[in-house]
């Protein structure tokens, strides 16, 4: 089992910037993949950004906004996210892929206001 504990997120005027960040403890041995999804009210879960095993991904709305960032030593995930936008608000949720195996954080509000 891994745990996710996430932190930041919050209220933040449009064009502004937040930091989320995200522990994995537990059975971390052997996680391929990190990153983090969002989920809009009445919309689907979309991933935002990853790092797994020789890749970084980000969504189209996202790039050249946020950047991931990840220490393997740590078991850490970030995402710095500037320029932010009222579009942007959702329920931000840490991701960590290990082996066949998928967990999540408990999620962290972003709302960005006008």
């Known amino acids: 089992q891994v745990q996710l504990v996430e932190s930041g997120g919050g209220l933040v005027q449009a064009g502004g910037s937040l930091r989320l960040s995200c522990a994995a403890s537990?059975?971390?041995?052997?996680?391929?993949?990190m990153g983090w999804y969002r989920q809009a009210p009445g919309k689907q879960r979309e991933l935002v950004a990853i790092?797994?095993?020789?890749?970084?991904n980000y969504a189209d709305s996202v790039k050249g906004r946020f950047t991931i960032s990840r220490d393997n030593a740590k078991n850490t995930v970030d995402l710095q996210m500037n320029l932010l936008k009222p579009e942007d608000t959702a329920v931000y949720y840490c991701?960590?892929?290990?082996?066949?195996?998928?967990?999540w954080g408990q999620g962290t509000q972003v709302t960005v206001s006008l």
């Open positions: 991701y960590v892929g290990r082996r066949e195996y998928s967990y």
């Open positions: 790092i797994s095993i020789g890749a970084t």
């Open positions: 537990g059975s971390t041995f052997g996680i391929n993949a």
